[in-house]
């Protein structure tokens, strides 16, 4: 199903202050998920942008766990809602869920390359360098991902999932 669109129109960016921002709300049917929100607010005057993903259903609590062992891997569609955390043993990576945590739907590359960039210039040599090598298919490793929501999921056969 293509995402219906709810709302749309213009309204004053957080940024700017111009009366340029589009906001698009749009109703989503996700597979093994139900309903979500997408939401996307582009400034036309400052080029800000923000995106997110709500859920419109709960479901129950899973714990979703995918080896991810070739560099095809990296490339699997990944939903994680606002309420998962995500843990990679292997790389030390913790990322809990907080009041301002968005849900994303995107690729386990993906997941990798925005906590990079949360990092930022706080990242450890040894732990980016990590992170860098398990981006680019070098190493070996488990993305978890625990949601109360059980909204998120990962689009693969060889994903493990489990009641929380």
């Known amino acids: 199903m293509e995402p219906q669109l709810l709302y749309e129109g213009k309204h004053k960016c957080p940024i700017c202050h111009a009366d340029q921002m589009i906001v698009r709300e749009y109703l989503y049917e996700a597979p093994n998920v139900g309903r979500l ?34 560099e095809e891997d990296l490339g699997t569609i990944v939903y994680r809602s606002a309420f998962a955390d995500i843990i990679i043993p292997e790389l030390e990576i913790e990322v809990t869920a907080g009041e301002a945590y968005q849900g994303v739907l995107t690729t386990i590359e993906g ?54």
């Open 111 to 164: 997941i990798l390359e925005i906590i990079l960039d949360q990092l930022g210039d706080n990242c450890e040599e040894e732990k980016c360098k990590k992170l860098e090598d398990a981006k680019n298919g070098k190493i070996p490793f488990t993305l978890i991902i625990n949601d109360e929501s059980g909204l998120s999921f990962i689009q693969s056969e060889k994903v493990k999932i489990t009641q929380l």
């Open 37 to 70: 929100e997408l939401s996307v607010w582009e400034c036309q005057s400052c080029g800000y942008r923000l995106r997110d993903v709500k859920p419109l259903e709960f479901l129950t609590p899973i714990k979703l766990e995918l080896k991810v062992e070739k």
